[in-house]
């Protein structure tokens, strides 16, 4: 990353609540077509999330402790703030001398600009304002949470938004962080037929990261306008829809634990 860091602008995707399972079977299937073009190998990474519900992990992913690979350790990390002895830091890894990444980066040069989704990125209260106020830049709207039938394409129109105004300042990379609830529940009006009473399920958890899909390409170009980009695309942790008697996250569950994982870097122009 200490190649990749100031010469490339960076995405960061968190797909909310997103399964491994679902993931791994639409992109074997051919039902996820801009994320297959994106992942190496056109595969999901298997890995392990730092945390159990949204808070937990994101604190944990903007301090550099991405998902980790379910082999075996030690994993080098991507990045890691200073921290004496730490096992996962190596010459590879990208080092700042701050609490969290968004302001490592800002100190790199780096505009730092949040896309918030899920609650704990609303700013309506103390607790949904940490998340978002370690960014230089933050939105979030009612349009962007998970009730929102059209949350994604919101999400994705106000980050073409931001980065153009970016742009027009003349500032330098861009560090764009989005945290799409799609994935949520409830999720089940993304399931065609579909109506009220029906409930969640894995197939409406599929459904909606195919509506994700349909629009993620559009947060790949806008990385690479400017200059070459580095994504990570992520879950933050899975949910459970009955498994063992459990629904929901927070809980220490397979399903949960266990999330998918890309990272790749995207060639300037290379998505237009």
Excluded at 67 to 90: D, I, K, Q
Excluded at 216 to 232: C, M, T
């Amino acid at each position: 990353m200490n190649a990749v860091v100031g010469s490339h602008d960076l995405l960061l995707v968190t797909l909310d609540t997103l399964r491994y399972d679902v993931a791994d079977e639409l992109v074997r299937a051919g039902r996820l077509p801009n994320l297959a073009r994106a992942l190496p190998g056109g595969r999901w990474e298997r890995r392990h999330s730092p945390g159990s519900f949204t808070y937990a992990a994101h604190a944990a992913i903007l301090a550099g402790f991405l998902p980790t690979p379910v082999a075996p350790g030690p994993h080098p990390r991507l990045f890691a703030a200073t921290f004496p002895g730490s096992e996962t830091t190596a010459d590879g890894t990208w080092v700042f001398d701050a609490p969290d990444l968004p302001t490592g980066l800002a100190a790199a040069g780096y505009h730092t600009i949040c896309v918030g989704g899920v609650g704990f990125f609303n700013k309506l209260t103390p607790l949904g304002s940490v998340l978002p106020g370690r960014f230089a830049e933050s939105h979030w709207a009612p349009e962007f949470g998970v009730t929102s039938p059209t949350s994604f394409e919101e999400q994705v129109a106000c980050a073409e938004r931001a980065v153009a105004r970016a742009a027009a300042r003349g500032d330098g990379p861009v560090f764009l962080f989005v945290n799409v609830a799609a994935l949520h529940q409830p999720n089940w009006f993304h399931l065609p037929g579909a109506s009220p009473g029906h409930g969640d399920g894995p197939a409406s958890h599929a459904a909606a990261l195919e509506y994700v899909d349909r629009h993620i390409g559009r947060l790949f170009a806008l990385v690479s306008e400017r200059r070459p980009g580095f994504a990570v695309v992520c879950s933050d942790h899975g949910t459970a829809y009955g498994e063992d008697g459990y629904t929901g996250h927070r809980i220490g569950h397979e399903v949960v634990w266990t999330v998918p994982y890309g990272e790749f870097e995207l060639e300037q122009g290379g998505w237009r």
